[in-house]
């Protein structure tokens, strides 16, 4: 592990990796140090998902108000070192603010009073005001500003294939989602789950400030978060009955002094009366002298279940009858690559040519009807639900599917297909990355020797076993490898996914499975 903190080396690491592998994916964890376990998790998500793990610790001054706790704010760059090692981060970044800034701009024992001066005299990026002065906004005037340069000028440093915040962050993951998208950031901004301790408190640097008396009161957000969850999930979808039950359960802890209880839209962060597909019900108090905050996500949809799996395993004729079985729709996510293969070939645009199938792709629509009794697909109004199935699209469509740009496009139609829940999907990476989100995940796989055994049956059926069971188990085994390192959708276990090995089991012994996880994990819940 490298430890940089000069842009000039960091650069030089990241330009000598990239020389020595053009398509090296990296992965950028953000932090202000003083490292634990929710850091941890975002570092172990990188981990899995890119060659190189790059974290940066930087106590960034200009987040800070006068009267916040920027020189207190605890630093422990030893300890996060061994940590970032023991966690397998490839390079830590750890530049002094006069790095950051340059020389006449804010230095670590200046007084946050004049890091908002020095602000004005920035480069500016600024966030939406509707975005930045709601929630936390409200009583830190300038953070999010703040926030917004600090991780601009890191993400053109870096550079990331992904970048990765928590969720407990709510506010500020939305509004750096939404600066990556107007400022056309050649990056994936990646959302993990809230890391929390035992009691359910969420996990922050600042926990270290509680003493064990106040840690306990603190657990009053998440208790107040639950009881908002119980009073969604019994059907009542209003911001008023949600915020009542949450300001309640606080009032009922007197050391806990209550900021805000509010709740928003996850994206745009407008507030919300009735949650109609999904809501953000986020928090902040005081305990003692301590800010925290926590926030939870209440969805108003049907559940999605996702199917992820090698090939081979069976997914595509386990999903549509589970959908069957769960009375749940159906979503063929096979079919959109090849309606965008049918569209290339018809329009005549070379599948080899990356840029043209880009433009193609960018001014295109699809329409999909998910009602098993009607099911189409049209692609720029016109449907294409059974000439999508044609030996040429066939042919062609793993060529198109590993294309950047198709990706891109078909993972947003597919995630507005999943808007209102309700579906079963399935593909390599439909839990881990299109609906990471997913009520209930499902790994179906089965030994290379046994997916070889189908193949092989498959292919007699046809009369084109002209291939011995040796050779599809090499052919096999290449590819999972193929799936699980390449550059688009690599094929991976998502940690919450139940493992469904089908060795030995008929396709009803699984139906039979996946319907009862179904019934213990969603339906006894809800």
């Known amino acids: 592990?490298?430890?940089?903190?000069?842009?000039?080396?960091?650069?030089?690491?990241?330009?000598?990796?990239?020389?020595?592998?053009?398509?090296?994916?990296?992965?950028?964890?953000?932090?202000?140090?003083?490292?634990?376990?929710?850091?941890?998790?975002?570092?172990?998500?990188?981990?899995?998902?890119?060659?190189?793990?790059?974290?940066?610790?930087?106590?960034?001054?200009?987040?800070?108000?006068?009267?916040?706790?920027?020189?207190?704010?605890?630093?422990?760059?030893?300890?996060?070192?061994?940590?970032?090692?023991?966690?397998?981060?490839?390079?830590?970044?750890?530049?002094?603010?006069?790095?950051?800034?340059?020389?006449?701009?804010?230095t670590e024992t200046q007084k946050t009073a004049q890091t908002q001066i020095y602000l004005s005299s920035l480069t500016q990026v600024v966030p939406p005001p509707a975005m930045t002065s709601v929630l936390c906004g409200k009583s830190r005037p300038g953070h999010f500003q703040g926030v917004a340069v600090i991780v601009t000028k890191l993400l053109?440093?870096?550079?990331?294939?992904?970048?990765?915040?928590?969720?407990?962050?709510?506010?500020?993951?939305?509004?750096?989602?939404?600066?990556?998208?107007?400022?056309?950031?050649?990056?994936q901004i990646v959302a993990c789950p809230i890391a929390r301790e035992e009691?359910?408190?969420?996990?922050?640097?600042?926990?270290?400030?509680?003493?064990?008396?106040?840690?306990?009161?603190?657990?009053?957000?998440?208790?107040?978060?639950?009881?908002?969850?119980?009073?969604?999930?019994?059907?009542?979808?209003?911001?008023?009955?949600?915020?009542?039950?949450?300001?309640?359960?606080?009032?009922?802890?007197?050391?806990?002094?209550?900021?805000?209880?509010?709740?928003?839209?996850?994206?745009?962060?407008?507030?919300?009366?009735?949650?109609?597909?999904?809501?953000?019900?986020?928090?902040?108090?005081?305990?003692g002298s301590t800010r925290l905050i926590d926030n939870i996500i209440l969805r108003n949809r049907?559940?999605?279940?996702?199917?992820?799996?090698?090939?081979?395993?069976?997914?595509?004729?386990?999903?549509?009858q589970a959908a069957k079985a769960l009375s749940l729709f159906y979503l063929d996510t096979g079919a959109m690559y090849r309606a965008l293969t049918w569209l290339a070939l018809k329009t005549g645009t070379p599948i080899s040519d990356e840029c043209a199938i880009a433009e193609l792709v960018s001014g295109s629509y699809l329409e999909y009807n998910l009602d098993p009794g009607a099911l189409t697909l049209k692609i720029n109004g016109e449907d294409v639900t059974e000439a999508i199935r044609s030996l040429e699209v066939t042919s062609r469509v793993s060529e198109m599917a590993a294309i950047p740009a198709v990706r891109e496009f078909l993972v947003e139609e597919q995630q507005r297909c999943g808007k209102k829940g309700g579906i079963v999907a399935e593909g390599r990476d439909i839990g881990t990355n299109?609906?990471?989100?997913?009520?209930l995940k499902i790994f179906l796989?089965?030994?290379?020797?046994?997916?070889?055994?189908?193949?092989?049956?498959?292919?007699?059926?046809?009369?084109?076993?002209?291939?011995?069971?040796?050779?599809?188990?090499?052919?096999?085994?290449?590819?999972?490898?193929?799936?699980?390192?390449?550059?688009i959708a690599p094929l991976r276990k998502a940690e919450d996914a139940v493992e469904i090995q089908t060795d030995n089991l008929t396709v009803d012994e699984v139906i039979d499975r996946i319907v009862g996880l179904y019934k213990q994990r969603i339906v006894v819940r809800t």
Request: hydrophobic share 45%; net charge neutral; proline share 5%.
């Open 1 to 106: 592990m490298r430890l940089f903190t000069a842009i000039a080396a960091l650069r030089c690491y990241l330009n000598s990796q990239k020389s020595a592998a053009p398509h090296v994916t990296v992965g950028l964890v953000p932090t202000m140090g003083s490292l634990h376990g929710g850091h941890l998790s975002l570092i172990q998500r990188a981990r899995q998902e890119n060659a190189i793990v790059v974290v940066s610790i930087f106590v960034n001054p200009l987040q800070f108000g006068p009267t916040e706790d920027f020189q207190d704010y605890p630093r422990n760059l030893d300890r996060d070192r061994l940590l970032c090692q023991q966690a397998g981060v490839d390079a830590i970044f750890a530049p002094a603010a006069t790095e950051m800034f340059g020389n006449s701009g804010v």
């Open 199 to 287: 009691s359910g408190l969420a996990m922050s640097s600042r926990n270290q400030y509680l003493t064990a008396d106040q840690k306990q009161q603190a657990c009053a957000l998440y208790r107040a978060l639950q009881q908002a969850s119980k009073t969604f999930a019994s059907g009542d979808r209003t911001a008023a009955a949600a915020l009542a039950a949450a300001r309640e359960e606080v009032a009922a802890w007197p050391a806990v002094k209550l900021e805000y209880a509010e709740l928003v839209d996850p994206d745009t962060l407008a507030p919300l009366q009735v949650v109609e597909t999904a809501g953000l019900l986020a928090v902040a108090a005081r305990v």
């Open 156 to 187: 053109s440093l870096v550079q990331p294939t992904k970048a990765y915040f928590g969720q407990k962050d709510a506010q500020q993951l939305a509004i750096i989602r939404q600066l990556a998208v107007d400022l056309n950031l050649p990056v």
């Open 302 to 320: 049907r559940p999605i279940v996702a199917i992820d799996g090698p090939a081979g395993a069976g997914k595509s004729t386990v999903t549509r």
């Open 434 to 439: 299109v609906f990471p989100d997913a009520e």
């Open 445 to 487: 796989t089965a030994s290379v020797q046994e997916r070889s055994r189908r193949r092989l049956l498959q292919l007699k059926e046809t009369d084109r076993a002209n291939i011995s069971l040796a050779e599809l188990e090499r052919d096999i085994a290449l590819r999972d490898e193929q799936d699980s390192t390449r550059e």
